[in-house]
């Protein structure tokens, strides 16, 4: 995971966790999207066995690049949480991951969720701003654990990127883009993906 040269030590680190019925749309609109813009994203597997295939919420199975408790050792850029159920709770659930988001959290480093996730991770552990106004999946069950939920596509608010489902992850992997690299760069990638925003 460490890398030799001048130009990969300056990329920019994003740390993606899945587990079991993570979504892969999502995962991989997340994935593909930083690479784009020149990061090296990590993914790791929350599975407490240590194993890095993961099958995703429709089936397809994902290996992982590392387990959580490697991807604990170092540090992020930022860490971008796909949603899926009951991958989102398996998440909540992983220790090593809810330390790494408090450090993103008390360090005032990018970090962001997506469907499931914000209200599931992200509003259970405290992680969410204070004052409300996040987006996830657009269901009762999720938005009601949410102060003043958003209905937009994607929310940021500080540090903390939010998006609603597999249809909006273009967008909210693009606005975590922004946030890294900056709009210009967003709309370079934005363009070449054919998405408006």
């Known amino acids: ?38 990061a090296d994203v990590v993914i790791a597997s929350v599975k407490p066995d240590g194993d ?10 994902v290996m992982a690049d590392v387990t ?14 796909p949603g899926g159920m009951p991958g989102a709770e398996y998440l ?29 991770v992200l509003a259970s552990k405290g992680l969410l701003v204070s004052e409300g106004g996040a987006t996830c999946y657009p269901a009762g069950v999720f938005r009601d654990v949410i102060a003043n939920a958003s209905d937009d596509s994607v929310v940021v608010q500080d540090n903390v990127v939010t998006s609603q489902g597999p249809g909006t992850s273009l967008l909210f992997a693009l606005s975590l883009g922004e946030q890294l690299f900056g709009k210009e760069e967003a709309d370079k990638v934005a363009a070449a993906l054919l998405v408006k925003r």
Do not use: N
């Open 92 to 120: 909540r659930d992983s220790a090593p991951l809810i330390e790494l988001l408090k450090t993103q959290q008390q360090q005032k480093k990018l970090y962001g969720a997506v469907c499931a996730s914000p209200a599931v």
């Open 1 to 38: 995971m460490s890398s030799s040269t001048a130009e990969e030590g300056s990329k920019k680190r994003v740390l993606v966790p899945i587990a079991d019925d993570s979504e892969e749309i999502e995962t991989t609109c997340i994935t593909d999207v930083l690479t784009r813009f020149g």
């Open 68 to 81: 959580i408790e490697e991807a604990a050792k170092h540090d992020w850029d930022l860490i971008a949480l």
């Open 52 to 61: 890095l295939v993961c099958k995703m919420s429709r089936g397809i199975k």
